[in-house]
């Protein structure tokens, strides 16, 4: 008996200390959104690429693997730490079109118009395939065609839908619009037109088509050649307004990625036009000199204070923030140790602020929830982050016949009229007004942690406004409460963007600590699923940890 309680107490001592375990690996690590993607990252460092190289291999497969926010249609940001301590951040976010114009979507009486949310007119100029050849060009090794081929492979010869994938493509209401769309995502010909369900295979050859011709011509073919061609024939029949020069005219931004320190850890993550990097080192500093932490994870303590300095940062964000090639973003006053000092003692440890009393500010109510980020480490110690976006789930709904991509619906992250809310509710300032060749702002916040000057957390997610905070809470997670990453991940999330004054909580957190947020004035309300975070940490004993979110079907996988 006694050595039977002897090795039960020593498997105890063995067991990890967390609930939920992580991927782990020894070289490398591929987390994304989509199974077949992980594996086409994956095969892409077996080849001998680095993390870029297979950084482009997923985003051209979950163009056709996860098309609700994969995209070739679309844009986003690729933020790299390379193993020798370079950094760059590669924006390929879309642009408005040369005939955009501030009130293009303002009805005669002046009231915004569905216009920049579904059609054709919804569309930025994409970024995405210039984006990930520019990242290529410069910083991959692998051969162009090696990196689109799998992606094109997968169009051509289908891959069996998951769950998730298969009950998304069921209930797009934008897909069912557009003929196009209907036709080939709702349309499973092999069951006599029913819906696709899950283990069905999509086969898409169109793109297919379109992804051979990018393998061999580049992004050429996209911005100039007879992908480019086609698209704009289409836009001009249907009453879209992007050109050929508005293509040829596309170009990916180089930018300095932002940094900043929290408890002795580097962070580095995106620059505008995301407002997310100056939201996460601005709520970061907010946190750094209390004890908020002591309390622990998930405590009302902790959640109220995390809420309060997000409120406060909400209140700036679209007050001071767009395309800084257009509007100058006052980044250093924003993050000023001074400016942050005085936010933070506004913070009433015991009791909410009403939003009211919070300046300044005038926006955001709830923006898109789709967009979708992957996490990639190679064997030499790069890392690389990448969010990138159709904006809405499926973008404008728009499939471009003869194409067979959807289109993006990005124009709808502009301001479309300054001061009155969009269609998700989301009300924006001059600051991320439209104005032809501009960015619209974003939350897309790809964000990758130092510890001693070595990578330690790679982070990111989709989820519209609530992504800055879930990457916020994440890093929380694993720098203040100690969490492994696959806990991190997993922990039930919250979230407070000043306006509407509410904090919106995931089901998991307890009803004592509802009750006791309640108490203080927050108001309270129970959402499902906050975003869907794809990280890697790089454990102290050498290891890497694969972290997929547990409320989607993702993969983490290594070797
Ligand atoms: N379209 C989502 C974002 O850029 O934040």
């Given at each position: 008996?006694?050595?039977?309680?002897?090795?039960?107490?020593?498997?105890?001592?063995?067991?990890?200390?967390?609930?939920?375990?992580?991927?782990?690996?020894?070289?490398?690590?591929?987390?994304?959104?989509?199974?077949?993607?992980?594996?086409?990252?994956?095969?892409?460092?077996?080849?001998?690429?680095?993390?870029?190289?297979?950084?482009?291999?997923?985003?051209?497969?979950?163009?056709?693997?996860?098309?609700?926010?994969?995209?070739?249609?679309?844009?986003?940001?690729?933020?790299?730490?390379?193993?020798?301590?370079?950094?760059?951040?590669?924006?390929?976010?879309?642009?408005?079109?040369?005939?955009?114009?501030?009130?293009?979507?303002?009805?005669?009486?002046?009231?915004?118009?569905?216009?920049?949310?579904?059609?054709?007119?919804?569309?930025?100029?994409?970024?995405?395939?210039?984006?990930?050849?520019?990242?290529?060009?410069?910083?991959?090794?692998?051969?162009?065609?090696?990196?689109?081929?799998?992606?094109?492979?997968?169009?051509?010869?289908?891959?069996?839908?998951?769950?998730?994938?298969?009950?998304?493509?069921?209930?797009?209401?934008?897909?069912?619009?557009?003929?196009?769309?209907?036709?080939?995502?709702?349309?499973?010909?092999?069951?006599?037109?029913?819906?696709?369900?899950?283990?069905?295979?999509?086969?898409?050859?169109?793109?297919?088509?379109?992804?051979?011709?990018?393998?061999?011509?580049?992004?050429?073919?996209?911005?100039?050649?007879?992908?480019?061609?086609?698209?704009?024939?289409?836009?001009?029949?249907?009453?879209?307004?992007?050109?050929?020069?508005?293509?040829?005219?596309?170009?990916?931004?180089?930018?300095?990625p932002l940094e900043g320190?929290y408890?002795?850890f580097?962070i580095i993550t995106a620059p505008?036009?995301s407002s997310g990097g100056i939201g996460i080192l601005q709520m970061l500093a907010m946190l750094?000199?209390?004890?908020?932490?002591?309390?622990?994870?998930?405590?009302?303590?902790?959640?109220?204070?995390?809420?309060?300095a997000m409120?406060?940062y909400?209140?700036?964000?679209?007050?001071?923030?767009?395309?800084?090639?257009?509007?100058?973003?006052?980044?250093?006053?924003?993050l000023?140790?001074?400016?942050?000092?005085?936010?933070?003692?506004?913070?009433?440890?015991?009791?909410?602020?009403?939003?009211?009393?919070?300046?300044?500010?005038?926006?955001?109510?709830?923006?898109?929830?789709?967009?979708?980020?992957?996490?990639?480490?190679?064997?030499?110690?790069?890392?690389?982050?990448?969010?990138?976006?159709?904006?809405?789930?499926?973008?404008?709904?728009?499939?471009?016949?003869?194409?067979?991509?959807?289109?993006?619906?990005?124009?709808?992250?502009?301001?479309?009229?300054?001061?009155?809310?969009?269609?998700?509710?989301?009300?924006?300032?001059?600051?991320?007004?439209?104005?032809?060749?501009?960015?619209?702002?974003?939350s897309?916040t790809p964000s990758i942690v130092?510890?001693?000057?070595?990578?330690?957390?790679?982070v990111g997610?989709?989820?519209?406004?609530?992504i800055i905070t879930s990457v916020f809470e994440v890093i929380v997670?694993?720098l203040?409460?100690?969490?492994?990453?696959?806990?991190?991940?997993?922990?039930?999330?919250?979230?407070?963007?000043?306006?509407?004054?509410?904090?919106?909580?995931?089901?998991?957190?307890?009803?004592?600590?509802?009750?006791?947020?309640?108490?203080?004035?927050?108001?309270?309300?129970?959402?499902?699923?906050?975003?869907?975070?794809?990280?890697?940490?790089?454990?102290?004993?050498?290891?890497?940890?694969?972290?997929?979110?547990?409320?989607?079907?993702?993969?983490?996988?290594?070797?």
């Amino acid at each position: 008996m006694h050595i039977f309680r002897f090795v039960a107490a020593v498997a105890v001592l063995l067991l990890p200390l967390y609930p939920a375990q992580p991927v782990r690996a020894k070289s490398a690590m591929v987390v994304t959104r989509e199974a077949h993607a992980t594996d086409v990252g994956v095969a892409a460092l077996k080849a001998g690429g680095n993390a870029v190289d297979a950084a482009v291999a997923v985003g051209f497969a979950l163009a056709v693997t996860h098309p609700s926010a994969g995209n070739i249609g679309g844009g986003g940001f690729m933020l790299v730490r390379f193993a020798d301590g370079r950094k760059t951040f590669l924006d390929f976010r879309e642009m408005a079109p040369a005939k955009a114009s501030r009130d293009m979507y303002l009805d005669a009486s002046g009231n915004p118009t569905k216009d920049s949310v579904i059609g054709w007119r919804a569309s930025g100029v994409p970024g995405t395939v210039r984006g990930l050849e520019t990242a290529h060009k410069k910083y991959g090794k692998l051969a162009w065609s090696k990196l689109v081929t799998p992606a094109a492979d997968l169009a051509k010869n289908g891959f069996p839908l998951s769950y998730g994938t298969a009950l998304s493509l069921k209930s797009a209401r934008n897909l069912a619009a557009s003929p196009e769309s209907k036709r080939i995502f709702q349309t499973n010909a092999q069951k006599n037109g029913d819906f696709f369900e899950p283990g069905d295979l999509l086969k898409q050859p169109e793109l297919a088509k379109v992804l051979e011709r990018i393998a061999k011509h580049g992004a050429e073919d996209f911005y100039s050649g007879e992908t480019a061609k086609k698209l704009v024939s289409q836009m001009a029949a249907n009453g879209g307004t992007i050109t050929l020069e508005d293509l040829a005219h596309y170009k990916t931004v180089e930018r300095t990625p932002l940094e900043g320190k929290y408890r002795g850890f580097d962070i580095i993550t995106a620059p505008p036009p995301s407002s997310g990097g100056i939201g996460i080192l601005q709520m970061l500093a907010m946190l750094e000199k209390t004890d908020f932490a002591a309390s622990g994870a998930g405590s009302a303590k902790s959640i109220h204070f995390m809420a309060e300095a997000m409120r406060r940062y909400y209140a700036d964000r679209a007050e001071f923030m767009g395309d800084p090639d257009f509007y100058k973003v006052p980044v250093s006053k924003l993050l000023n140790p001074k400016y942050v000092d005085a936010r933070r003692a506004t913070i009433d440890a015991d009791h909410a602020t009403s939003s009211d009393e919070v300046r300044p500010g005038d926006i955001n109510g709830k923006e898109s929830t789709e967009t979708t980020h992957y996490s990639i480490v190679d064997a030499e110690g790069n890392a690389v982050a990448v969010t990138y976006t159709l904006n809405g789930g499926y973008g404008s709904g728009v499939t471009v016949p003869g194409l067979g991509f959807l289109l993006n619906n990005e124009m709808d992250d502009f301001s479309v009229k300054p001061g009155a809310p969009n269609m998700y509710g989301a009300i924006g300032g001059e600051a991320n007004s439209i104005v032809a060749g501009k960015r619209p702002l974003s939350s897309m916040t790809p964000s990758i942690v130092l510890k001693d000057g070595k990578p330690f957390l790679i982070v990111g997610t989709p989820g519209g406004t609530r992504i800055i905070t879930s990457v916020f809470e994440v890093i929380v997670n694993v720098l203040d409460f100690h969490m492994n990453v696959q806990d991190a991940v997993n922990a039930p999330r919250f979230h407070h963007q000043w306006k509407p004054d509410k904090l919106l909580l995931e089901p998991g957190i307890s009803p004592d600590t509802r009750l006791l947020l309640s108490q203080q004035g927050h108001s309270i309300e129970t959402v499902n699923a906050i975003c869907e975070v794809a990280a890697i940490q790089f454990e102290a004993d050498g290891w890497l940890a694969g972290a997929s979110d547990s409320r989607v079907d993702g993969k983490a996988a290594g070797y």
